[in-house]
């Protein structure tokens, strides 16, 4: 018996000094990354701005990538200002700063011309936003997704989802989807990626819209109606992370076109804490079948622990030759791939548990060589202002680097 004392004793002390090691170090990255970012300051020049031309998609959809959130922001508010029956948006989150200030002044405008808006924001993402600058007008219909809508049922998964997708679509004629948050800093300050389509693949993300909402709507807020498709797209659809369904398919997504790749895989992510499957996936991918594989991650993110997790799988990948590039300078927040020149993705998952087992995520997936070399040239465009991480570098890494590495790594599958 007092062995078995002893063992529950040892057990115990082992698990509060791993936990006392895990705060200490998530304690001291956090306040090492605070001062960064203060000494760091403004000095950082803005990213500079960019202009896609459209691209035409095999079903008929025009499709616009864009690189820029002073472009994107200027057709989205654009989009708002010519709308004439209908303007479904819904963001992870949008600031209450001076570009979220002028996306509400445009929905005001537009509601007080008569058009039908619905706005969806998450409630947990928005937490430093006064709830007084989500007040609209009366004939706005707002939906906050809530800080918790599991209820009793704590022990769900399913109901810890945030809603991290990021959507506009206007009088269902024209859609935006990608990676962009509304805000000032993401106007000229992180390096993101979002898509404009027009034509029939519009209906895909109006729908998006439509259900999510509909699930959630209560008594408070009318039922939108549901518009039928008009024919099947196959050049374009949309895939999309439902936790309340227990739904995810941007996970299966990612591993179905990883398996198919013969000649490369470009992959750009804010967030790089891959599952087993994909992890896995990617060297067999480089290692067994040729394929060059390119990983595109910031540097320094705005989340410092996420980077140390993202640290831990370095090693396999360099070692199965797949190379890793860090953006300098900017957050890149960019969830897009291509693959083989004719695949690609673009949308609101990262790589990492929370975006493709835990939230609401739409990602787009287009197969068109024309669309897939515009992706292609965003990559290469890229990795001018990104170093590449060599493996004799990685080797190299201090012995504290890896001691924070070591005390993260349990923390990987909860994120």
Known sequence: MSVRRETWRLARRLLVGWLVSVVSAVASLMVADKVRRVWRGQNVAPLR??????????????????????????????????????????????????M?????????????R????????????????????????????????????????????????????????VDDRVAFVGGYNIGALYETQWRDTHLK??????WDLDNAFVDFWNMQASTHLPRLSQNGSTGWQPHIRAHRNVPRQRVFPIRGMYLEAIDRAHTSIDITTAYFIPDHDILDALIVASRDRGVTVRILVPRVSNHVVTDWLSRGFYGRLLRAGIEIHRYRDHMVHAKTATIDGQWSTVGTANID????????EINLEVLDPRFAAEMRQVFDDDLTKADRLTLAEWDSRPWVARAYEAVLRPLGPLL
């Open 49 to 98: 701005r960019v202009d896609h031309a459209p691209v035409t998609i095999g079903d008929g959809s025009d499709t616009t990538v864009y690189t820029s959130g002073e472009v994107l922001f200027e057709d989205m508010l654009g989009a708002i200002a010519a709308a004439r029956s209908r303007i479904l948006l819904e963001s992870y989150i949008i600031k209450g700063d001076s």
């Open 100 to 112: 979220g200030r002028r996306f509400k002044a445009a929905l005001e405008a537009a509601a007080a």
């Open 197 to 202: 389509v027009e034509g029939p693949a519009v």
């Open 114 to 169: 008569g058009v039908d808006v619905h706005v969806v924001y998450d409630g947990f993402a928005n937490l430093v936003v006064r709830r007084s600058f989500f007040r609209f007008s009366g004939s706005i219909h707002v939906l906050r997704y809530p800080l918790w809508s599991g209820g009793l049922a704590a022990w769900r998964p399913s109901r810890w989802g945030r809603d991290h997708r990021k959507i506009l679509v």
């Open 353 to 360: 548990r929370l975006s493709l087992l835990g939230n609401y």
